[in-house]
């Protein structure tokens, strides 16, 4: 069974920064792409940013330029760093692992989500 789970959310002033951490179980026979995904209450999850194994990424419009994402593919890991953080980034914050489970009989992949951590940018 793959887990996935994140850490690093928590409380900020506007302009502020945040780190995200999210690190996927051993139980991994390939690991592809990894992202981070973001639900404001009332609203869908939405694309924040995503990295493939080969290091290609790919930002929401809106945080282009604020925010970086990185991964350690030694350790199945990926990170956003969030700087210039504004209140509309305030959100409940998912890692998403796309991967090969190390039990599977065949190259299909599966999407893996963490618990989520909420990132909240106060005025």
Not at 19 to 27: G, M, N, P, Q, V
């Amino acid at each position: 069974q793959v887990r996935v789970v994140e850490s690093g959310g928590g409380l900020v002033h506007s302009g502020g920064s945040l780190r995200l951490s999210c690190a996927a179980s051993e139980s991994i026979f390939s690991m592809l792409a990894m992202g981070w995904y973001r639900q404001a209450p009332g609203k869908q999850r939405d694309m924040v940013a995503i990295i493939t194994r080969s290091g290609i990424t790919n930002y929401a419009e809106s945080v282009k330029g604020r925010f970086t994402i990185s991964r350690d593919n030694a350790q199945n890991t990926v990170y956003l760093q969030m700087n210039s953080l504004k209140p509309e980034d305030t959100a409940v914050y998912y890692c998403n692992a796309n991967a090969v489970p190390s039990d599977s009989t065949s190259p299909r992949s599966y999407n893996y989500w963490g618990q989520g951590t909420q990132v909240t940018v106060s005025s």
